[in-house]
């Protein structure tokens, strides 16, 4: 078991940056990535970021490139989601998850094992 604890939400004016973070604890060990995703009222869940755990390799939605950043602290279990240049579409509730698995593309929520609570994010215009 993993468990994650997402916190940095908020509210927030567009063109300002936020910073995520989820914390994780447990069985952290088999861990291969971890994943930022974002589901807004009425929409599915969407990738937003991921990183590998032990190489750092990132991946981006293409909407966020240049405007999110994703990044790891292996020593305190800890990845975090920088969110600059915030629009109004970025309001959604945030998610962060685990992925055990090498298998399957990083980008696919249905590959994840383990997921937080959710951090609300909410960008006014």
């Known amino acids: 078991q993993v468990q994650l604890v997402e916190s940095g939400g908020g509210l927030v004016q567009a063109g300002g940056s936020l910073r995520l973070s989820c914390a994780a604890s447990g069985r952290t060990s088999s861990t291969y990535a971890m994943g930022w995703f974002r589901q807004a009222p009425g929409k599915e869940r969407q990738f937003v970021a991921a990183?590998?755990?032990?190489?750092?390799?990132?991946s981006y939605a293409d909407s966020m490139k240049g405007r999110f950043n994703i990044s790891r602290d292996n020593a305190k279990n800890t990845v975090y989601l920088q969110m600059n240049s915030l629009l109004p579409e970025d309001t959604a509730v945030y998610y962060c998850s685990t992925k055990r698995l090498r298998l399957g593309p990083i980008t696919d929520p249905s590959k994840y094992d383990y997921w937080g609570q959710g951090t609300q994010v909410t960008v006014s215009s």
């Open positions: 990183i590998t755990w032990s190489g750092g390799r990132t």
